[in-house]
């Protein structure tokens, strides 16, 4: 499962040139005016026009914006462009995923991944809690929490999981705790761990 394509979203992939934690983003942001999106609402600033929606190109210089086919949309999580803090590597790529995920685990043979790091944090902290609520975590995050797989989620395999996580995290140099979002008032079902 892939987050709903939010304006300004990315995934944390391997870097194609040196495997390193790079930055995978849409080309192109695809704005609607009628919500307030665009800024000063008009395509004289940068937008292109398409059909009621404003496109705005991310990376000029690597991918231009051409009109889909009458009738068809953008294919989110295609082409997009990937930046490497690691080796520095700026260009084009077509995104496989899972497969490209940066942050991925096999779990006995089920596999597991995150968008990104904070997505990796908020994975560690849902496993491990001794109460499991999806809505404590702001969105995307409560309905892919609600789809992850039964052995996942499974007691026995708990700190199995949550080790996994967190080593991979440390591997990264990052912090196990979430500098999250403020959590949402807890509503909804609550899921017991078991
Ligand atoms: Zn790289």
Same mark, same amino acid.
């Given at each position: ?23 995978? +983003?849409?080309?192109? +942001? ?14 004289? =600033? ?10 705005? =190109? ?8 051409? +009109? ?90 708990? +700190? ?35």
């Amino acid at each position: 499962m892939l987050p709903p394509n939010l304006r300004d979203y990315y995934l944390e992939i391997r870097c194609p040139r040196c495997a390193g934690r790079a930055r995978w +983003e849409e080309p192109f +942001e695809i704005a609607d005016p009628s919500r307030g999106q665009v800024p000063g609402g008009s395509e004289d =600033e940068g937008y292109a026009k398409w059909g009621g929606w404003r496109v705005r =190109e991310k990376f000029p210089t690597l991918l231009r914006w051409t +009109e889909p086919r009458r009738g068809q949309g953008w294919a989110h999580y295609t082409q997009g462009v990937v930046r490497c803090s690691a080796c520095h590597f700026v260009g084009l790529h077509r995104l496989r995923w899972p497969g490209d995920a940066f942050f991925r685990w096999n779990v006995r043979g089920t596999p597991l991944w995150a968008w990104h790091a904070e997505h990796a944090r908020v994975l560690h902290d849902y496993i491990a809690a001794r109460v499991r609520d999806p809505f404590r975590y702001p969105d995307p995050y409560p309905k892919s929490l609600q789809r992850l797989p039964k052995d996942v989620l499974a007691g026995r395999n708990r +700190e199995r999981v949550s080790k996994q996580i967190a080593a991979t995290l440390a591997e990264a140099g990052l912090a196990l705790d979430p500098p999250l979002r403020p959590p949402r008032a807890v509503h909804g079902m609550t899921h017991q761990a078991g």
